[in-house]
């Protein structure tokens, strides 16, 4: 049997791959219903489509009855354990860990930075030719919460490290101490709240951070306090968010939402003291130099039978590290 590998970037643009499969390119198309480009039952390693439909990334699961490696080029592999009873036993899921960290924890900073300093009221104002000079709350100084401290928290931290800040606290699923000091483990979220000035969400979405920002967590938040969430949409309560930033208490920005896309219409759009952009984390001109070397560095371990990287979980059998760890190896 031929063993072949799907890769969603074209296989000759991509430096190092080695010898010993055929390299096959599916992304899906256009429309998502671009036809497999082999027969399923000889892919080896599947190379989830980027940025596509969720029905496009599992439609070939359940035909890749001999698929030994399921490689996403997100951090977060929530669309593939929301389909693991598709896919067969044995199978090592592995998230993009390296690939994400650095535009991803760009864009934190930039939606904290902009939020604080009334970067959108600047724009609309330009829009209208308007002057419109204002006294805005600098970063230097304010207390931050990192709520999902794995490879993206820790590159948010040290992003702000420059910013002169008071105080940095970190929250991940268990305690443990690093060369930056303390991580609190999630348990202690709650009290940990009232003393920050900015919270960034970057865990992971489980079953456990789904809707971990409702609206008790929102309540224990500082007056004026900014929430930023660049982790998925669901891991926030909409609706007890909306009703945190319709009394003006708080602000927000969100790079994710629940529902995703945000449909015309959603109250979300004109919520006040909130920015959005549209899940644009990790997609930039830093994701294919790092999603190619990834490729060819996993493939090159499946080959020679050496540990792959960043396994996040066996189907049909346990998790790796103790458990899905998804959006940013919390």
């Not at 000079?133 to 040290?158: N, Q, R, T």
């Not at 690093?178 to 709240?193: D, W």
């Amino acid at each position: 049997m031929t063993a072949d590998a799907w890769l969603p970037i074209p296989p000759e643009e991509i430096e190092g791959l080695p010898e010993g499969l055929r390299y096959l390119f599916w992304d899906g198309g256009e429309d998502g219903e671009q036809a497999f480009p082999g027969d399923p039952a000889d892919c080896a390693v599947y190379v989830v489509p980027y940025m596509k439909r969720y029905s496009v990334k599992v439609r070939p699961l359940k035909q890749l009855t001999h698929v030994q490696v399921i490689q996403t080029l997100t951090a977060g592999v929530d669309d593939m354990t929301g389909h693991l009873s598709s896919i067969v036993p044995g199978v090592r899921l592995c998230n993009a860990r390296g690939v994400h960290e650095s535009s991803t924890a760009e864009l934190a900073l930039a939606l904290t930075l902009a939020s604080l300093r009334g970067i959108p009221g600047f724009v609309r104002a330009q829009q209208e030719e308007r002057w419109a000079s204002a006294f805005h709350p600098s970063l230097a100084d304010k207390s931050v919460l990192i709520v999902g401290y794995g490879a993206i928290g820790a590159a948010i931290e040290d992003r702000l490290t420059p910013f002169e800040l008071a105080r940095v606290a970190r929250v991940a699923r268990s305690e443990r101490t690093t060369a930056r000091g303390l991580v609190h483990p999630i348990t202690e979220v709650l009290s940990l709240l009232p003393d920050a000035d900015v919270v960034i969400i970057c865990t992971p979405l489980t079953g456990a951070t789904r809707g971990l920002v409702n609206a008790g967590f929102l309540a224990r938040m500082k007056d004026g306090a900014l929430l930023v969430n660049v982790a998925r949409g669901p891991v926030v309560d909409t609706k007890a968010l909306l009703a945190e930033l319709e009394t003006g208490r708080i602000t927000a920005a969100l790079d994710v939402t629940d529902p995703e896309p945000l449909p015309p219409g959603h109250p979300l759009w004109r919520a006040p003291g909130l920015l959005i952009s549209p899940h644009v984390g990790g997609p930039s001109s830093a994701f294919l130099p790092r999603a190619k070397r990834l490729l060819a560095d996993q493939i090159t371990r499946f080959v020679n039978r050496e540990p792959l990287r960043n396994v996040i979980l066996t189907t049909g059998g346990g998790t790796a590290g103790g458990g899905t760890t998804g959006v940013n190896g919390q």
